[in-house]
């Protein structure tokens, strides 16, 4: 593997809290108006009033308020390695 690899696992680790503040997901809690407001909403009309435990949006909202856990990291990281060796090899003949 080379150098380009390990540019996709930093910029796949590192972007995800940046990402999710984007969203509306914050430390303190879901920003109103935004994205995340709206997956809340979503999920907790299809849940009948409340978000599950467990579902994407109670996940990401964990993510944010807590940080990565070291599991979150490798696999955003091995996810990255591949798209930076996707990206840095050489395009099909």
Request: hydrophobic residues 45%.
């Amino acid at each position: 593997m080379g150098k380009e690899s390990g540019w996709g696992s930093a910029v796949a680790v590192g972007t995800v809290p940046v990402e999710l503040g984007a969203m509306g997901f914050t430390s303190v809690g879901i920003t109103a108006s935004s994205i995340a407001a709206k997956m809340t909403s979503t999920a907790a009309i299809a849940n009948g009033g409340g978000v599950a435990a467990g579902s994407l949006v109670a996940t990401l909202q964990s993510v944010e308020a807590a940080g990565l856990s070291v599991t979150s990291k490798v696999i955003l990281g091995s996810a990255g390695t591949a798209l930076g060796a996707w990206l840095g090899s050489p395009p099909p003949s």
